[in-house]
């Protein structure tokens, strides 16, 4: 399963802090439905993700009955992105 949508880059200040994209409705149902078969607990979806020219693997984290996507500090570097900026990221569901 191929997704792609943009969203905004935003800040989590938890115990570990990290950067994310929430993952649009539309495309969060579509998520769903393939859960079940890609999940390997607490719901996490492997993916690969292309955001500009650089891609890189990880687990889409549910939160608040949708997903979001964690954005690597590399990442964000290589591309010049910053908190509040508006993203395009392509998703690849591992199978």
């Known amino acids: 399963m191929d997704l792609e949508f943009s969203g905004e880059v935003w800040h989590w200040?938890?115990?570990s802090p990290f950067h994310f994209v929430t993952v649009p409705e539309d495309e969060c149902a579509a998520l769903r439905s393939a859960a079940a078969l890609v999940t390997y607990g607490w719901g996490m979806i492997p993916v690969a993700v292309r955001l500009?020219?650089?891609t890189w693997t990880t687990s889409l984290f549910p939160k608040d009955g949708?997903?979001?996507v964690p954005l690597k500090d590399r990442v964000r570097k290589a591309e010049?992105?910053?908190l509040g900026d508006t993203v395009t990221l392509r998703l690849t569901v591992a199978a």
């Open 13 to 15: 200040r938890g115990p």
């Open 52 to 54: 500009g020219g650089t």
């Open 80 to 82: 010049g992105i910053d």
């Open 66 to 68: 949708g997903y979001v």
